[in-house]
């Protein structure tokens, strides 16, 4: 009897999330996969043979299927099964992502290692797999396709403000903001190790994000860089690079641009403990703002 090959399919369990990373944006740019063969179920101290390191699988939508090459088949042996462990979008070794990947041995799982870019733009979603969901096929497999279900490990940040009272009716006087700032205290990483078994990253103490972490402005002429939706104000003289927050009454202003017609976030990694930060003021954001009052169409 040919062994069957093995085939792949995948599903999110969250809403979809930069952009964030849901199925359509995975089928665009790939996912990749780390699988193990064990004689008998997976075990974190266990021996393990590396069936898969770091596999692009793309999908094909002429065919509506996901692929990949070489195709792998499952295993002959009757105590042979195989574990799979996915990530995306694919970016082992990337320039856009700073994404890496370590292979499992016989004390540790496969682990993803993820530095934070140093353009916010850049500051992307990442989904794994989770391997101990019960819905999910993907552990001690020996025949069948291989499920993944997606999770969203990162901290997704948005950001809107509103003026205290409703302005939008008064021409006079408008509210400007002109930047924003992260403030920690040794809180926010900069670099994270995530074990793709256990969903949970690695402690880290000796790398952070700057304190304050000043978040920048967008530029269409150079988009490599912030996520701030500043423009050049024009309202009584005043030409700041700002967001006026004046119209919107009651409702909040997004600070942040709009990314392929989508909101953005800012991923970030998260503070390492079980309930977050541990105390108020931890981090806070510092917004700096103008309030414009008109004196006439050029002075104020």
């Known amino acids: 009897e040919v062994n069957k090959p093995i085939g792949f ?8 999330r930069r952009q964030e990373t849901d199925i359509e944006f995975i089928k665009q740019h790939g996912l990749g996969v780390m699988a193990y063969k ?16 770091t596999q692009r699988v793309t999908w094909d939508k002429t065919n509506s299927k996901w692929e990949y090459s ?9 105590d042979e099964k195989v574990s799979f462990f996915a990530y995306a979008p694919y970016t082992y070794g990337g320039p856009t992502y700073n994404t890496t990947l370590t292979s499992a041995d016989a004390s540790n ?7 934070l870019q140093t353009f916010q ?12 969901d019960a819905t999910n096929g993907t552990m001690n497999m020996s025949s069948g396709t291989v ?14 403000a509103k003026t205290g009272t409703d302005i939008s009716k008064n021409t006079d006087t408008k509210v400007f903001i002109t930047g924003v700032s992260l403030i920690h205290n040794n809180i926010l990483n900069s670099k994270g190790t995530l074990d793709m078994k256990t969903l949970t990253w690695a402690d880290n103490k000796t790398d952070y994000i700057k304190s304050p972490y000043v978040l920048q402005a967008f530029s269409d002429t150079t988009p490599d860089c912030g996520c701030l939706n500043l423009t050049k104000a024009n309202f009584a003289g005043y030409k700041e690079l700002s967001l006026d927050i004046s119209a919107g009454g009651t409702n909040t202003t997004s600070l942040f641009i709009k990314s392929v017609g989508k ?5 970030l990694l998260p503070v390492n ?6 105390n108020a003021g931890d981090v806070k954001i510092k917004i700096a703002y103008d309030i414009v009052n008109w004196t006439s169409t050029t002075t104020h």
């Open 147 to 160: 499920n993944f279900k997606f999770q969203h490990p990162l901290t997704r940040v948005a950001m809107e």
């Open 70 to 78: 070489p195709v792998k088949f499952w295993p002959a042996g009757t």
């Open 121 to 132: 733009y850049y500051l992307h979603d990442l989904v794994v797999s989770n391997p101990d």
């Open 263 to 267: 909101d953005f976030y800012l991923f």
């Open 9 to 16: 399919d995948t599903y999110a369990s969250v809403q979809t």
């Open 109 to 115: 799982n496969p682990k993803v290692n993820l530095t």
């Open 38 to 53: 064990t004689t008998g179920d997976y075990s974190t101290t266990g021996a393990k043979e590396e069936f898969m390191k």
């Open 273 to 278: 403990n079980g309930t977050g930060t541990a």
